[in-house]
């Protein structure tokens, strides 16, 4: 057979390949250990019991054993291939994890309650209600049937605010709303709407019209209920979640710039990089 030929044979490939795996297994005797520890036991059982809400039987948690030992050997295998390298998702993923290791460390410490305090006063412009706005409106679908431009929906709804008695279309949400947020406006009718609604002044009368994610709107602001700040025993249990936050990112920009210490960072000619990390 020649060489030629054996590269497109399927079996001599497979058994090229089986080879070459054996071979490099060979000259790592070293690594052909597959530990079990009693940790990684609990782990898979604990697993086991969070997705099925019961213990496994011995036989399953035999066959847990079984299949984390086959996992464990692709991996080994893999890693001797040096099949992780270039690999993006291997990379991302091997970032993320040494990220939350560092994170976590600096997550461990509990603030007292003069820090807390001092945080919040700090940080007030988190710890406020929002800004919420009561309003009407007239809907008039983009997606109506057209005989003239006067027919147009943003004309009906043009028309509207001088006349608020003309029908609009059938709208599948509500004609009214009470006490809604920006956030929460721009989730039912998008953020142009709802930035386009917090400009407007609260009156009597019909304004816009405004463009929606659903068609044209001619609106009446009602009420705007301005952002109020909250005390500190109102949000206490979210300040020590931010504050913790805040401790880990310090923690990991902490790490990360000691890291790029120990590196000759080497850029091609006339690339550069910022001091930051």
């Known amino acids: 057979m020649t060489l030629s030929r054996a590269f ?3 079996l001599w490939l497979f058994l090229l390949f089986g080879g070459l795996l054996f071979g490099i ?3 790592q005797e070293d690594q052909r250990v597959i530990r079990v520890t009693e940790g990684d036991v609990q782990r898979i059982v604990e697993q086991w019991q969070q997705q099925m809400r019961r213990d496994p039987t011995p036989a399953e948690r035999a066959s847990l054993i079984n299949r ?3 996992d464990e050997a692709y991996y080994q295998e893999a890693l001797a291939l040096n099949l992780d390298a270039g690999d993006t998702i291997v990379k991302r993923r091997l970032i ?3 990220s939350f290791l560092t994170e976590d460390l600096a997550g461990t410490t509990s603030p007292d309650e003069a820090t807390l305090r001092a945080f919040h006063a700090k940080h007030q412009d988190k710890y406020r209600t929002p800004e919420q ?3 009407s409106h007239i809907y008039f679908s983009a997606d109506r049937p057209v005989e003239s431009p006067e027919q147009r929906a943003e004309v009906l709804a043009a028309k509207a605010v001088e006349d608020p008695t003309l029908d609009g279309d059938p709208f599948m949400l509500q004609r009214k709303y009470a006490r809604r947020s920006t956030r929460e406006i721009g989730d039912l009718f998008g ?4 930035k386009n609604l917090a400009n407007l002044s609260v009156q009597e009368g019909w304004q816009g019209p405004l463009r929606s994610a659903f068609g044209w709107h001619a609106v009446q602001l009602i009420n705007r209920e301005q952002a109020t700040p909250l005390g500190f025993e109102q949000v206490r249990d979210k300040v020590v979640i931010d504050w913790k936050q805040q401790q880990r990112k310090k923690a990991n920009d902490a790490y ?3 890291l790029l ?4 960072i080497q850029l091609p000619a006339g690339v550069q990089r910022t001091d930051q990390p």
Do not use: C, G, H, V
Request: glycine letters at 0%.
């Open 8 to 10: 497109k044979d399927p």
């Open 25 to 27: 297994a060979a000259t």
């Open 68 to 70: 984390f030992i086959r």
């Open 96 to 98: 993320q994890k040494l």
């Open 133 to 135: 706005f009561s309003f």
């Open 191 to 194: 953020r142009a709407f709802a």
């Open 256 to 258: 990360l710039e000691n």
């Open 261 to 264: 210490a120990t590196y000759s």
